[in-house]
């Protein structure tokens, strides 16, 4: 499956934090990265400014739901805080914004090691606001010149 994912982070060493995000997609399958990074604001308004990029992940999980989980595991094992409430500030944030699979919404019991986000998870693919966002629209349509990333955000 081919499944597009938005990244970003909002603390401590933002860049480190989304190439890290970058270099464990690689556990799920082939990433292809965005050229370019956004700096936004916080939309909650209650933290400091988001580094955001995109990234194209090609795996063998053909289960939008097991990828979900995948990339929650990922962010906690990134130090994501989710007990810290919605929109909070964090380390790293994996979205699924869709895939080239079956498109919908699910909810389905979390998994026992993902139980402490909630007895349920929740998906809708496509994401419901990622084509309202800049930030990830800009950067995903970047993607169509690879070729300046190579798998790790460039400095700029």
Known sequence: MKAVIALGSNLG???AHLNGGLMVLRNLGTVLCS??????PDESGRGPAYLNTVAILVTEEQDSRRLLEALLRLELVAGRDRT???NAPRTLDLDLITTDGTLGSWTWESPEDLRSLGPELTLELPHPRAFSRPFVLEPWRALSDPGQCGGVIPLK
């Not at 050229?35 to 936004?40: I, Y």
Request: glycine share 8%; charged share 40%.
């Open 84 to 86: 810290a409430g919605r």
């Open 35 to 40: 050229p370019l990074v956004m700096e936004t």
């Open 13 to 15: 060493d933002r860049r």
